[in-house]
């Protein structure tokens, strides 16, 4: 009954952090392997520190052991967010309570092997509040770090970075370590304590969703409403019309006519492969995942090999001049890779 105790808060935890994320990219499948490497995380930090322990002061090993869990709990996260496998911002915190829900599985099974028996009260209350504080810490690292990956992009694009985002990366990142390290060298009463942890986290998860959400809205709502109006302007003949067609106007005497011609393809292929991508997303999150037709599949995957065709025609110049106008973000590649995956299947 105690391992019972010990490991129902956490599944708890994580099924309802994976339950709001109703726009998410994730599969239950990757959220256990998350889990999983969580528990390998716990692992490698239990031999760490038993090697540790022989020479670091207990004093120094409250505030010094609770980063290192950190980090190496971020070792995975940080392979995700690099390879752009999580794509929005609530996705990084659903991954970083997944890890720190394994590693709190773990930990709280190692209390109960390795440690005095406790009550039965006791060991619910304790894993309310271990799995709270690496749930959230690990969250919140996800989140800090793929922060700094779109930093980090922005940056490489030359696009503008403000100064309040530098501010919120190094915020994030410095945070679930002093949480952490504060949580285990401060000890007071427990109810207390965890009502403290609750509130934070329960606030962080709160922020996140409602942040994440302004975000999701404005990638399908405003992206799509500028890419709709480019669309119709190139088909219309009126490239001008809009801002980013006055754009590709202004290069146009850059180019010889038929690079420019392809330029001007690559841009409309790029918009409506986005588009119907987005509109399939858009339905299955309204609950209407109807099937494409062969027509549709067929014309998709045309349009997709036409593309891929023209990128590689055009020169270094030709896509470094467009590159503000075809932007592929995280959750454009994703939603084009399903799409492309729903043509391909049978």
């Given at each position: 009954m105690s391992f019972v105790a010990a490991l129902l808060p956490v599944l708890v935890y994580i099924f309802v952090v994976f339950e709001l994320d109703s726009f998410s990219f994730l599969s239950v499948k990757k959220l256990l392997l998350l889990v999983g490497s969580g528990m390998l995380a716990a692992l490698i930090c239990f031999g760490l520190f038993w090697v540790l322990d022989a020479y670091v002061p207990e004093k120094v090993s409250d505030f010094l052991y609770p980063v290192l869990e950190e980090l190496v709990k971020l070792f995975p996260l940080a392979i995700l967010a690099r390879k752009k496998r999580i794509v929005f911002f609530i996705d990084s915190v659903v991954c970083g309570a997944a890890v720190g829900g394994g590693f709190a599985i773990l930990e709280n099974i190692f209390y109960l092997v390795l440690g005095e028996p406790l009550a039965l009260g006791t060991v619910l209350f304790r894993s309310l509040e271990v799995s709270l504080i690496h749930m959230g810490c690990t969250a919140l690292m996800a989140a800090a770090f793929m922060f700094v990956v779109r930093?980090?992009?922005?940056?490489?694009?030359?696009?503008?970075?403000?100064?309040?985002?530098?501010?919120?990366?190094?915020?994030?990142?410095?945070?679930?370590?002093?949480?952490?390290?504060l949580h285990n060298s401060l000890h007071f009463n427990p109810v207390i304590q965890f009502a403290v942890v609750f509130a934070v986290m329960a606030g962080l998860l709160i922020w996140t969703y409602q942040y994440d959400g302004d975000m999701i809205h404005r990638w399908l709502d405003r992206g799509l409403d500028k890419q709709v109006s480019l669309l119709q302007s190139i088909k219309e003949g009126h490239l001008g019309d809009t801002k980013t067609g006055e754009?590709?106007?202004?290069?146009?005497?850059?180019?010889?006519?038929?690079?420019?011609?392809?330029i001007i393809c690559y841009v409309q292929l790029n918009i409506e492969l986005s588009v119907a991508a987005k509109s399939r997303f858009m339905m299955r999150e309204a609950g209407l995942d109807l099937p494409l037709e062969p027509e549709q599949k067929e014309t998709y995957l045309a349009q997709y090999k036409e593309f891929m065709i023209l990128e590689k025609q055009l020169d270094n110049v030709a896509r470094m001049t467009i590159a503000p106008v075809v932007k592929f973000y995280p959750a454009d590649r994703k939603a084009l890779q399903d799409l492309l995956a729903e043509c391909k299947a049978s």
């Open positions: 930093l980090e992009e922005r940056f490489r694009s030359k696009l503008s970075v403000k100064k309040a985002d530098v501010v919120m990366a190094v915020t994030l990142l410095v945070a679930p370590p002093v949480i952490h390290a754009y590709l106007m202004s290069v146009k005497e850059t180019f010889p006519p038929e690079v420019f011609f392809d």
